[in-house]
Structure formats: C-alpha cells, structure tokens
C-alpha cells in the first residue's frame, strides 16, 4: 500500500514537471506577441481610476521585459491548471477515471489556444490562471473536506485575483462576494473569517469601482459597440441617432476600418469633438440604457445576432467566443517556430467549432442529469452555479464588449470553462456512478 502511494505520488510528479517544461520550452521558442494599440497600457500603473487592472498592471509595471513576462505567466498558468488537476484527482475515487480524465484534462491545457497567451503581452494569459485558479479553489471549498479553513482563504484569494485581471471580471464581482460571504456566515463564522472576509470584501468593491470609475474604457466600448452592431439595424440605429450621436462618426469609423491610420476606429471616434460633446450631453449612459430599454438586445442578440440583420454574423455572437478560440499561433509570424496545436477541443472550422461546443454542453447535460439522478446535490449545485454565473459573464462581455475580434478574445475564458466544466462533470458523475455500483 505505501509502495504504491508513492508511485502514485511521484507519477504526478512527472505529470506535473512534463506540463511545466512544455509550457515554458514554447515561451523559449516564440517571440512576444505585443500589440501596438492594447500592450502599451498595461505597462502603466494606476491606482484609482484604472484604465487597466491592478492585477496586470503591477506585475508589467514591475518587471517591464517582455520575455521575462511571458515565462512568469507561463509558470503561473501551469501551477494553476496543475492545482486544478490534483482538486480533481482528490475527489475521483477509480483508477482508471483518473487515467482517462488526466489525459483529456491535459491534452486541453497543452491546447495553443491556450498556451499561446503565455507570450502575449496582453491579460488573457493571468486571467485565464486567475480563472482556473477560482474554480480549483471552489472545487477544494465544496466538494473537499480537508483543511476547510485553508480552502475559504484560498477562495477569497482567488475572488480578488481573478477581480483584478480583466474588467469584466471585476463585474461579476459582486456575485461573487454574495456567494462567498454567504458561504462564510453558513459555515465558518469566526473571528478571523469575519475579518478575513471584510478584507476580501473591501479589495473586491475596490476592484469593482474602479472599473466602473474610468472613461477611457466606456468612451472606446460605446464607440466600439455603436460600430460594430447597433448601426446595422434599423431600430437600433434610430434610437441612436435620435440621442444625437454624430452622423459623421459612422464615416470616421468606416475610414479607420479599411486603413490603418495610426489608431484603432473606436480611437478615431472617441477623438471627435462631436463624440466628446454627445458623451458629456448624457452618451456616457447611452450603452446602459440601450440595453435595458431593448430586451432583444439584451437577451437574444448575444446569442442570434444575425435574425436581427443580415450585415450581422454569429463571429461577432457569444456563440463564436465559446466554440472558437484564438488564432495566434496561426497569425502571428513570431510564433512560427512554437510546437503547439489546437487539439481536437478547438477545430479550425466554425462549423466544427460550433458542432464541439454542441458536443460539450450535451455532455454537461448528461453528467448534471446522473449527478442528480444519483443524489449528488452538492457536486450538482457547484456546476449549476459555475454555470449560471459564466453565463452572466459572457453577457457582460458581449454587452460591453465592443469589437469581433474581441469576442473572441474576451469570452476565452468563459471558452474555456465550457471545456473545463464538462469535463469534469463526465468524469465526476462516472466515478459517482462506479461507487454507487460497487455498494
């Protein structure tokens, strides 16, 4: 029994040094991808507002070379998805699900949609660890019952981690500060949790504010997303029109389009006088009210943008930021020598892309199903809400998310849960299903 504890040991070991050496071996093999129009912020510190957030800014700020980034986000993301892999393990009881699972779990992180952000100058690299992180964290808070003080703490390290690395995340966390407050008055109420969670309490409505506080990201998302949808519809178009947005603005942003002149088209916008005054005349509200007053908006276009237009594709949908991906590896001629691929989780073709992701939520159906049919409540419960509040997520991304190709981009790690979530949800619910047998 010790003897083979100790392999098992040692085999995840191995594991775990494999999947860190391919992830820091491609960092050695590419250039840095640095985008000329986003990068250059995320060198800049800010405390209070912040155009970018604390959680980039600080480490970018800090350490300032490209390279040296790049390995750091490669090391953080392969401790993360690591830590996740063995929350799994510690909660799969057969031999053979663990097997299986870390070889379908691995052969997603070894993904280049994933790996690739490792060298991107840009937040998507430490915000998909800060998510994979929180997930890990929950699962080890609600289904593991070791150590459960230690387990809230890294809970609520997680909620401010993953708070403070993308916008949208600091949008959700409100959400998540209930979940985590209602778990702490529930089940570990002391004085050091109480303290505990009012510290995680006031950095995460920090991280909130800010985000909320600053006018470059508003001005350059209402700009973005007035141009890239509402004008292709008529209604749309009208409401915005009759709130005395500039005409001139749709000729500016089209010029930008077809050219690079220097700034991106959302810039060239936001830089027009007749912007600036409909902004300060009340368009700072525009995006807000516009989505509560058009519920087709709000709730259908996510996710059928084109029944409202034919000029409208589901590229620019929720539906393309879940199935699809990135493309670096492909785009970017400073990846060419990287040895990553981008396994069968993420085919090439949007028809196929879509057919995996039809693929995975059928499979996230029926391991919810067992789960429940096999009066697992608690498992059942944390995928239920995992669910819902990624959903709201990718809401918030597409409501205030302002560009196609940002889609895709934005939504990645949301992308990534609905490849993540069934996953382990298969393989959780198969290995109920043994146990229960085996009774």
Same mark, same amino acid.
Request: no cysteine; aromatic share 18%.
């Given at each position: 029994m010790k003897n083979s504890t100790i392999t098992y040991r040692i085999s995840l070991f191995l594991i775990a040094i494999l999947y860190l050496l391919y992830r820091v071996t491609n960092v050695y093999l590419v250039i840095p991808f640095f985008d000329e129009f986003d990068s250059p912020a995320y060198f800049k510190l800010e405390l209070f507002p912040s155009f970018r957030t604390h959680g980039i800014t600080i480490l970018f700020s800090l350490i300032k070379n490209e390279f040296l980034i790049s390995l750091i986000q490669a090391i953080i993301g392969s401790l993360v998805w690591i830590y996740l892999?063995?929350?799994?393990?510690?909660?799969?009881?057969?031999?053979?699900t663990k097997i299986l699972f870390?070889?379908?779990?691995?052969?997603?992180g070894c993904s280049s949609v994933i790996v690739e952000h490792d060298s991107s100058i840009l937040s998507e690299s430490l915000a998909f660890s800060s998510t994979v992180f929180l997930i890990a964290s929950a699962l080890n808070l609600y289904l593991n019952h070791e150590n459960q003080r230690l387990?809230?703490?890294?809970?609520?390290?997680?909620?401010?981690?993953?708070?403070?690395?993308?916008?949208? *995340?600091?949008?959700?966390?409100?959400?998540?500060?209930?979940?985590?407050?209602?778990?702490?008055?529930?089940?570990?109420?002391?004085?050091? *949790?109480?303290?505990?969670?009012?510290? $995680?309490?006031i950095f995460g409505a920090f991280f909130f504010l800010n985000v909320l506080s600053s006018d470059i990201t508003k001005t350059l998302t209402?700009?973005?997303?007035?141009?890239n949808r509402l004008i292709f519809v008529d209604d749309w178009k009208s409401q915005l029109i009759k709130s005395g947005y500039p005409v001139k603005a749709f000729k500016t942003f089209e010029d930008y389009s077809k050219a690079n002149l220097g700034i991106p088209p959302d810039q060239a916008v936001? *830089?027009?006088?007749?912007?600036?005054q409909w902004w300060n005349s009340g368009g700072d509200s525009f995006l807000l009210d516009f989505t509560v007053r058009n519920l087709d908006y709000a709730v259908i276009a996510p996710v059928a943008l084109?029944?409202?237009?034919?000029?409208?594709?589901?590229?620019?949908?929720?539906?393309?930021?879940?199935s699809q991906g990135t493309d670096l590896t492909d785009d970017y001629t400073g990846f060419r020598n990287s040895m990553l691929e981008r396994t069968l989780f993420w085919p090439d073709e949007p028809e196929k892309a879509y057919l995996a992701l039809a693929v995975g939520l059928f499979v996230l159906g029926v391991s919810l199903l067992l789960l429940n049919l096999l009066g697992k409540t608690k498992e059942f419960n944390l995928f239920i809400q995992i669910?819902?509040?990624?959903?709201?997520?990718?809401?918030?991304?597409?409501?205030?998310?302002?560009?196609?190709?940002?889609?895709?981009?934005?939504?990645?790690?949301?992308? $990534?849960?609905?490849?993540?979530?069934?996953l382990m949800a298969l393989f959780l619910s198969i290995d109920k299903f043994i146990s229960r047998k085996k009774l």
């Open positions: 892999w063995i929350s799994v393990l510690r909660i799969i009881n057969s031999t053979i870390t070889f379908l779990f691995y052969l997603l387990s809230f703490v890294y809970f609520g390290l997680a909620i401010i981690w993953f708070a403070s690395t993308k916008s949208s *995340n600091s949008l959700l966390t409100p959400l998540l500060l209930f979940i985590f407050l209602l778990t702490m008055f529930r089940s570990y109420k002391n004085r050091f *949790n109480i303290i505990f969670g009012s510290a $995680i309490l209402t700009s973005g997303t007035i141009n936001v *830089n027009l006088p007749e912007f600036k084109p029944i409202f237009s034919e000029n409208l594709n589901f590229r620019k949908s929720i539906l393309s930021g879940w669910i819902v509040l990624t959903i709201i997520w990718s809401y918030l991304n597409w409501w205030f998310g302002s560009k196609p190709a940002d889609m895709a981009r934005h939504n990645l790690s949301a992308a $990534i849960l609905f490849k993540l979530i069934p």
